[in-house]
């Protein structure tokens, strides 16, 4: 029998973006993300995926869909928060790191939205037929 799960992680998405490399005072190489508040936010969605999750990984593959939800701007604009892709990209590896599934290299179906509401991330996730 396939599984489907789904997610809702309170707080504002934040894209999981480029990464920047350079060279410490001390000469060390280095490679951290361009955006500094990826870390939290990874972390919390690591951590509210474990907690809504019980058990181990589902099955692949997977088919996923992702919808970021940012509050709406004063004026009327079209989204400015970044690329739909590095917000996904941010949740896919929150799957895996949470163990929801094995790799998102599984990840055979994928759908990304943004839209306006309480801000949140909900990440529907299901097993599916092989293809």
């Keep these: ?9 309170p707080g504002k998405p934040v ?7 350079g060279i410490s005072k001390t000469g060390v190489r280095y490679n951290r993300e361009a955006n ?7 972390k919390l969605l690591k951590m509210s995926l ?15 869909h992702c919808i970021f939800y940012f509050t709406e701007p004063k004026e009327p604009s079209w ?6 892709d ?15 599934i094995e790799d998102d290299r599984h990840i055979v179906e994928l759908s990304a939205v943004k839209r306006y509401g309480n801000p949140r991330t909900e990440i529907h996730v299901a097993e599916i037929d092989s293809w």
Aim: hydrophobic share 35%.
């Design 86 to 100: 590095k917000f996904a990209r941010a949740a896919l590896d929150a799957l895996t790191q949470a163990g929801v």
């Design 79 to 84: 989204p400015r928060t970044g690329d739909v």
């Design 15 to 21: 894209p999981k973006g480029s990464r920047v490399a």
């Design 50 to 64: 474990q907690a809504q999750h019980a058990g181990g990984p589902l099955r692949p593959p997977y088919s996923v």
């Design 36 to 42: 500094s508040r990826v870390g939290p936010y990874m």
């Design 1 to 9: 029998m396939r599984q489907h799960r789904s997610f809702i992680i």
